[in-house]
């Protein structure tokens, strides 16, 4: 054994300076990662320089690096910096996440140079610094002198919190955006609205927190006791949702890291908790005043429609990202099949299904954010197909939804990603059997998250770019603690965070799992991963 240690190490001699492509301990991989000769000794005076073009979080840089163990000091030229983070000349663009970091010897110390298009590259830059940090002993850290060539493979990488069935707060998902950060997650969507709860303050409706945030997904039974409806006012949960300062400091918490927030507003269904808080809105429950469990809003009143218009103006002003989720998914038709009026408006307007009765409220859901200059996504029944085949279901005939409109698949077959392609729509992949964080292990395991190809089979050539990337889903039915939380989402979110990122050609199970031990380490440490060592 010793012996063959020494021939690897000659080998690196004897290659010098000559580059050679090795893996380090890096999550996710980057594209590409030239080891040179040797390792560097970071020692405690260490000056960084940061582009003044890029505003960054200090405060949030600081602990990064601090927990690197560099001892470092700001200065504000990059010629006197040991670790320079640098935009390249011209405009910077925010839109290019690529970046180079190259870990030079001068003379036994570091010199790091880290240069981007845009900031996202040098927060990239930095999570890959934290990562390259070798520790030996408890004192002495080392830099590898290499140089990483980095860009992902797909723009959307996304991790999804619902927080309408259990809500878990603000300390939950700073913790979340710090990990997602750290893995090179630049999406956040936030899902705050579904039937068993409200998540979010409207000002213009009080009633959607006073009284519709009080449930969770084991308090579904009482929503659908509508007697009840008053009394939960005096019923546990208590309230629990975000006032708007909250959401501020939120958005604000994850641009410092690199990512975006992206709301969800659930329409037509998976509305019960606002039908709940204010019956007019709903198909069924407005004929009797009495909310209805699974209630689809009646998108034809105007007064519908105009509250929809309501919340997305409050919204807007809080998520600043320019999309907006409009849901879509699993709407119960049977309830617009029970109104009298909604069977007399689509006969006026020629809608031929309800499924065509929902692309024309998406429609023009979608041409309201549009005029706000916001772009809109949706989950894939938003295409008027009937996606799980349900027999009940006609899918549409006489609307078309509207361009433009970003559509994610969770469910259906891959056919149904080639038409929505072939009409032109951009497509992110959150296809369940490998995305859906709050699946069990024994259905999605470790393995299988990881072996997640995000650009199905049977996707031509020219039409993969029309694939933006995927998404990873925590829905929260069943995970009333945040411990449940942890367990289900580490280490899985690795293994998709990697998908998103690394060309397919070079990602693989064995070395992701060689790769992943030091932040298995780490999420022990923070008590995320909870399980059996390994076991997952
Ligand atoms: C979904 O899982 N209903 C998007």
Not at 324 to 342: C, F, L, N, Q, T
Not at 410 to 419: C, E, H, R, S, T
Request: glycine content about 8%.
């Amino acid at each position: 054994m010793k012996g063959l240690v020494i021939c690897f190490c000659l080998g690196l001699c004897a290659a010098g300076l000559q580059a050679q492509e090795v893996s380090l301990n890096l999550v996710p991989q980057p594209a590409s990662v030239q080891l040179k000769k040797g390792r560097v000794l970071l020692t405690s005076t260490s000056t960084v320089y940061v582009d003044e073009r890029f505003r960054i979080d200090t405060a949030y840089w600081e602990s990064v690096l601090k927990e690197t163990g560099i001892g470092f000091q700001w200065v504000g030229r990059s010629e006197k910096a040991t670790i320079r983070f640098r935009l390249h000349a011209g405009e910077p663009q925010a839109k290019d996440e690529s970046y180079t970091l190259d870990i030079r010897n001068r003379g036994g110390l570091p010199e790091v140079h880290a240069l981007a298009n845009g900031g996202n590259g040098l927060l990239y830059a930095l999570q890959t610094l934290r990562q390259l940090v070798q520790q030996q002993g408890t004192e002495e850290r080392f830099l590898p002198v290499c140089t990483v060539f980095d860009k992902p493979a797909f723009s959307w990488r996304a991790f999804m919190l619902d927080e309408s069935r259990n809500f878990h707060g603000k300390e939950m998902v700073k913790r979340l955006l710090d990990e997602m950060a750290r893995l090179k997650l630049n999406t956040f969507h936030w899902h705050l609205v579904d039937d068993p709860a409200w998540r979010l303050e409207i000002k213009k409706y009080p009633l959607l927190t006073r009284v519709a945030s009080r449930g969770n997904f084991g308090h579904m039974v009482h929503f659908q006791n509508a007697e009840s409806r008053l009394d939960s006012l005096f019923l546990e949960p208590p309230a629990q949702f975000y006032f708007q300062k909250d959401i501020r400091e939120i958005v604000a918490y994850a641009h410092a890291r690199g990512i975006v927030v992206i709301p969800e507003i659930e329409v037509p269904g998976h509305a019960s908790a606002s039908i709940f808080a204010y019956p007019w809105l709903g198909a069924s429950s407005k004929l009797t005043g009495n909310p209805v469990h699974g209630d689809l809003y009646d998108i034809t009143d105007p007064k519908v429609e105009q509250f929809l218009h309501d919340v997305l103006d409050e919204v807007m002003t809080l998520f600043p990202d320019g999309m907006i989720h409009i849901g879509g998914d699993e709407a119960d038709y049977r309830r617009w099949e029970a109104s009298k009026p909604v069977n007399d408006f689509m006969k006026a307007h020629a809608i031929s299904t309800y499924s065509d009765l929902q692309v024309w409220a998406i429609n023009r859901m979608s041409q309201y954010i549009a005029s706000k200059g916001y772009r809109m996504i949706g989950w894939n029944e938003i295409t008027g197909d009937n996606i799980r085949e349900e027999a009940h279901v006609k899918a549409g005939q006489s609307e078309q939804l509207a361009k433009g409109t970003l559509v994610q698949f969770w469910d259906g077959k891959v056919a149904l990603v080639n038409k929505a392609i072939a009409q032109g729509y951009d497509v992110v992949n959150s296809d369940r059997h490998f995305t859906y964080l709050d699946y069990p292990y024994e259905t999605t395991s470790l393995e299988k998250a990881y072996a997640f190809n995000p650009v199905p089979e049977g996707i031509a050539q020219k039409d993969q770019p029309k694939i933006l990337g995927i998404g990873a889903q925590m829905w929260g039915e069943f995970i009333p603690t945040s411990e449940r939380l942890y367990y289900q989402t580490f280490p899985r979110i690795a293994a998709l965070a990697e998908t998103g990122w690394t060309p397919r050609a070079k990602k693989s199970y064995q070395d992701f799992r060689k790769r992943l031990a030091p932040f298995e380490k780490i999420w022990m440490d923070k008590g995320f991963i909870i399980h059996q060592k390994g076991k997952y």
